[in-house]
């Protein structure tokens, strides 16, 4: 670990000023080449970060959930182009709330049907918020929902969110938002199980996750990172987990946008077994060439320009579900292909077929000093290596 001087030297001034806490591994072909732990999982009562700490993992879930996905689609369960409608009758008229110039909305049919690679490309209409008319509707449809049923599970969802007006033709823009709901679905329609079930029978038993679910189980609960707000002046103060009420054991919905949890260590089980071409100490989980299907780019220019919304994703395009490198020469020293994702608190993954190595960081502070984090622990982990 000698050569992983300057990523020690960098996590532990990092905790100083920014999380509270966090950890991080890298990996390469199965060998652990880095695990450390710096800072507090409680501040307040001086709680020591460790291997056994578990993070919320917000929008790192995704990368779990379309990888779920295309398992069953190389079990020939679904095809990409596959309108959605074959699977969530529902949607089978979806419609478009096209905004004119000064302001009103034209309700409209769709020029062609949702399909299933639109809701894993974040091209399917329905984001994670705004002010225009699909969002506005998209919040109150979930309003009546909760009114009508308090817990609703991710089918319910699907169901009412079917009613609500996309904001453009389906492949025709990107829009982070509600299409990966759709992928995880689109797991329990062509599994016969809950998405919840199928991760753990078919990806965390055979790869031995034994901290990761939706669910508090044992004592995940208490080994849980306290969540902490970092205001404009560096102060943290701690908060309410968003979204924890959805880890009680009683809580119904199983998200594919966002609701796992996890710890470093099981998380780079599951990097490295992508990394290593589906395989992982013996347990074949998913095909290669599957994996390269999923990390090329499929995004047009337009698309580009949309996902592309601050230096943060300079180089990347998207792919089934993920971040995906094109070019390095916007200042990365990662390879082409090179592909993973983020978490809203502070995850971070990145996983290089290429180099068969995987990185892992995780901490949980909103805001989630991203920008600044990621690339650096990136750049460092390219850097050591031999």
Known sequence: MDQFHALDDFLKNLVTYGPAGCGCAVAQDGKILYENYYGFANLENQVPITPGSIYRQFSTTKIIIVTA???????????????????????????VADTQEEGSVIIRPVKRPIQIQDCFNMAMGIGYGGEDYTHKMAAKVREDLKAMKGKYTLRDDIRAMSKVPIQFDPGTRWLYGFGHELVAGLVEVTSGMTVGEFLKKEIFEPLQMDSTGYRYFGNTRERMV??????????????????????????????????????????LKFSQMMAC?????????????????????????????????????????????????????????????????????????????AEKVSIVYMHNMIPNMEEYIHPRVRNIVYGALE
């Open 69 to 95: 996905a295309m398992m069953l689609f190389e079990r020939g369960k679904f095809l990409l182009t596959d309108p959605i409608s074959e699977y969530f009758p529902e949607w089978k008229d979806t419609m």
């Open 226 to 267: 306290t969540v902490y707000h970092r205001d404009e002046t560096g102060n943290r103060i701690s908060i309410d987990g968003p979204m924890d009420d959805l880890h009680e054991p009683d809580a119904v919905y199983e998200g594919g946008g966002a609701g796992l949890f996890s710890t470093v260590g099981d998380y």
């Open 277 to 353: 071409g589906g395989e992982y100490k013996g347990e074949h989980i998913i095909g290669r060439k599957t994996i390269e299907l999923m990390r090329q780019n499929r995004l047009n220019e337009q698309q580009l320009k949309d996902f592309h919304s601050g230096p943060y994703l300079d180089g990347y395009g998207y792919g089934l579900g993920v971040r995906t490198l094109m070019d390095p020469a916007r200042g990365n020293n990662a390879s082409v292909g090179e592909f993973g994702w983020t978490g809203m608190a502070g995850t971070y993954v990145s996983i290089d077929p």
